[in-house]
């Protein structure tokens, strides 16, 4: 069956309407394109056309190239007949003009042949820009080419190196399009536009000859100079940026249709990258968080949440009410007394006021969101709200006398939900009869900022309220996972062995800051311990209890940290902990923690091992995330996590691990199970349990299958690659 297709309806004016049509998005998939051209050969053809109008089906031109298909189809000898011989030869050079009539979205692609037209006439909400870096690939149908052309060298180079979409009135100002009008306009002005063209009252522009917005050449190569740099210290271990500037620049240099040849070839090139592979991944698991068997597919529809109380204005209550008003949601925040409301409002103002200084939002939009909270002191309030977050500290019994609370004063259907990264919901909810309706709501801090949203269930929570949640974070743009009910949820266990492999290596002889090194050189933010350091020791010590508490037999119980705490170095908040910070916060190694980590070496009674001293940085990174790895197979296998693939996002949106590795369960995949269950065995032997290969990887491992298969498929890695 044909994915997707264009329809072509030709109208008494002589406009032929080619309309893209391919839900959800209207992705360029090889049918459509094949389709897009055969219409078009008939609108060239037949007399009774006078100029082509392109357009999207359901107000969305178009999503661009259609990702399922990448990296596969296409023969290597046809790269570029797409790009040059149609879009730029037969489209773009046509005896008949075309006019892009753009509503909702031109992604990629979509813009692509947007741009190929001889103009563009959108909405004002749509978006419109080339993302194809955000997949590890570059445009592939002339976008490196027509868009410097039409937009400017170095806001071109922005959108493409930032995969950031513009919307219409910006798009106006900067010439990618020629008007802007309403959806219910957009048709009949696109048809007369396109027929202006032909009576010449309109322009009839090529936009891949356009040289009026490029740089005389020194100009444009000291701006390709500084991108390139730019780039290389955003995203060092990256090729495709660079790549995606040598194509622009090819195309400056050579001209514009050597540039397309150059794009052409270098963006099939991309497709095949794991870089590439690890983005697409990074793509559609992000998308599939939201489909949660037995929950998502059972026919439900999210309820509508019109007004949320949030307990505890510290912050992160403050900083999730900051996330909520930002989505309009109506907030009340409650604290127990003026001064902490007071200080809870203040941070919200505070958290508002620098998104204008960024200049994200204006004065006057920041008043109004305001607008949208209220801060009461007693539960009277509560009475209409139809979701409570909790977010008060870490204690059961004040936890437990919250939520009676609540079940009195809030109506029945009211969501009592708690950010608790730690302590048990069945807990928590012993002194109701509303386990059906308990959740957590686990947000990460800064909570208005970081993108995921933990969504613990019980095995009482009901299916409803998992809907209502996942609908509530999609709707404050966080990516929402949903997990089971345990010590330290999904992100909180992963992270958990990662400081202390951290810690154990230290301890066995190796240097703090090379572990950091190695762990930023892999692409993590930060390493471990200048992480440990923003968090703050107090938060480490805490959440390290709780871990040792509930898996004793796998903890590693390093005392450097409470060491370091005694003598009142807390992390960066006391501008002290395994760095200095000076007055602008910025970090350096200090000689003086040898002293803690002799210390603490000769508490735990452990000698600074040889070999370890000799380790790669691959090593390094090796035993700091294996031990991840190996936590990540149990929360799979435990069904704390519905799939590995969500592991991957938990990964990647809650520890920062790199999206071009695409995420925890993928990476170690590309490495292959054996591998790591060799590696881990090997070192448990030396340095204990803390290491010892789970059951599900030694199973995985000894069939040689992957670690991210369904449960129920384990077919080996050599057979699925037969
Ligand atoms: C040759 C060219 O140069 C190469 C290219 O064009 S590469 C493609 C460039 N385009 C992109 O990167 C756009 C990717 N898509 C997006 O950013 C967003 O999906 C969007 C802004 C289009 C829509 O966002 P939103 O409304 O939130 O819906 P979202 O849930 O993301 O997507 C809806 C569905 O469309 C699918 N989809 C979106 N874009 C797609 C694409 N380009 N190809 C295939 N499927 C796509 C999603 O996977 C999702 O599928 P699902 O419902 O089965 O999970």
Known sequence: MAKGRTTMEVGSDGVAVITIENPPVNALSADVLFSLKENHEQAMKRDDVKAVVITGARGKFSGGADINSFGGGKKEEEVGAMSVYFVADVLEGAKKPSVAAIDGLALGGGLEIAMACNSRISTSNVQLGLPELQLGIIPGLGGTQRLPRLVGLSKGLEMMLTSKPIKGEEAHKLGLVDAVVSPAELPKIARQWALDIVECRKPWIKSLYKTDKIEPLGEAREILKFARAQARKQAPHLQHPIVCIDVIEEGIVSGPRAGLWKEAKASYDLQFTDTSKSLIHFFFSQRATSKVPGITDLGLRPRKINSVAILGGGLMGSGIATALILSNYRVILKEVNENFLQAGIDRIKANLQSRVKKGQMTQENCQKTLTHLTGVL?????????????????????????????????????????????????????????????????????????????????????????????????????????????????????????????????????????????????????????????????????????????????????????????????????????????????????????????????????????????????????????????????????????????????????????????????????????????????????????????????????????????????????????
């Open 378 to 722: 007693d539960y009277e309030h509560l009475k209409d709200v139809d979701l409570v977050i909790e977010a008060v500290i870490e204690n059961v019994a004040l936890k437990q006398q919250i939520f009676a609370d609540l079940e009195k004063y809030c109506p029945p259907h009211c969501i009592l939900s708690s950010n608790t990264s730690t302590i048990d919901f069945n807990l928590i909810g012993e002194k109701t009869k509303s386990q059906d309706r308990i959740i957590g709501a686990h947000f990460f801090s800064p909570a208005h900022i970081m993108p995921l949203l933990e969504i613990v269930r019980t095995e009482k929570t009901s299916p409803q309220v998992v809907v209502d949640l996942l609908d509530i974070g999609k709707k404050i743009r966080k990516t929402p996972i949903v997990v089971g009910n345990c010590t330290g949820f999904a992100v909180n266990r992963m992270f958990f062995p990662y400081t202390q492999s951290a810690l154990l290596l230290v301890d066995c002889g190796l240097d703090v800051y090379q572990i950091d090194r190695a762990i930023s050189k892999f692409g993590m933010p930060m390493g471990p311990f200048r992480l440990a350091d923003l968090v703050g020791f107090g938060v480490a010590v805490a959440t390290g209890a709780q871990y040792l508490k509930s898996f004793p037999e796998r903890c590693y119980k390093s005392v450097l940290i409470p060491t370091m705490l005694e003598d009142k170095r807390a992390g960066e908040a006391t501008r002290k902990g395994f760095y200095v910070y000076d007055n602008k916060r910025k970090a350096s190694p200090d000689p003086e923690i040898k002293k803690y980590i002799e210390k603490a070496r000769s508490v735990a009674g452990v000698t600074a091992d040889a070999k370890i001293t000799n380790l790669t940085d691959k090593d390094i990174v090796e035993m700091v995330f294996f031990p991840v790895v190996n936590e990540a197979c149990r929360v799979l296998v435990e069904g704390i996590a519905v799939k590995a693939s969500d592991l991957d996002i938990a990964s990647i949106m809650g520890m920062g691990f790199p999206s071009y590795r695409g995420g925890v369960m993928f990476w170690a995949d590309s490495l292959g199970s054996k591998y790591i269950y060799s590696r881990l065995d090997l070192w448990s032997k030396t340095y204990g349990n803390f290491y010892k290969p789970s059951t599900y990887l030694a199973e995985r491992a000894a069939k040689g299958a992957s670690l991210s298969a369904p449960l129920n498929q384990t077919k080996s890695q050599s057979q699925s690659r037969l």
